[in-house]
């Protein structure tokens, strides 16, 4: 599987962050830190994480606003990787950037996103 990779903002605590570069949308192209993707269309988001349990997919949510809540069990496609499905709906194309989100050992992991033509 290919995959695009970017930095993903990590959200602990109000305030604090941090990098990380294991939450990504496969086979989608990013352009200025955010990945390109079509409403209508459905993409894979995939975790590389070592965790106990499964990642959580949370819902997704107009840039500048938090994902959640994180709901969605990923499921595991081999040693620390996880997917999910997601389908990027008409009824988002009201807003052009939105953010997906991916909680991980308690850490809520940001994936940019921006809807194109």
């Given at each position: 599987?290919f ?5 993903a903002?990590?959200v602990?605590?109000p305030?604090?962050a ?10 989608v ?28 997919y ?6 500048g ?8 069990s ?29 909680k991980a ?5 940001d994936?940019?996103?921006?809807i194109?033509?």
């Open positions: 599987m995959l695009h990779r970017r930095c903002r990590s602990t605590v305030g604090a941090s990098t990380t570069r294991d939450y990504s949308l496969a086979q192209p990013v352009v200025g830190g955010q990945f390109q993707v079509k409403m209508g269309h459905s993409y894979i988001v995939v975790a590389q994480v070592a965790t106990k349990t499964a990642p959580l949370a819902y997704a949510a107009p840039a606003v938090q994902p959640g809540p994180a709901v969605a990923m499921v595991s496609i081999g040693t620390n990787r996880w997917a999910i499905q997601t389908t990027i709906t008409r009824a988002m194309g009201r807003y052009k950037n939105w953010t997906l989100g991916v050992n308690g850490v809520l992991h994936i940019p996103v921006t194109v033509n």
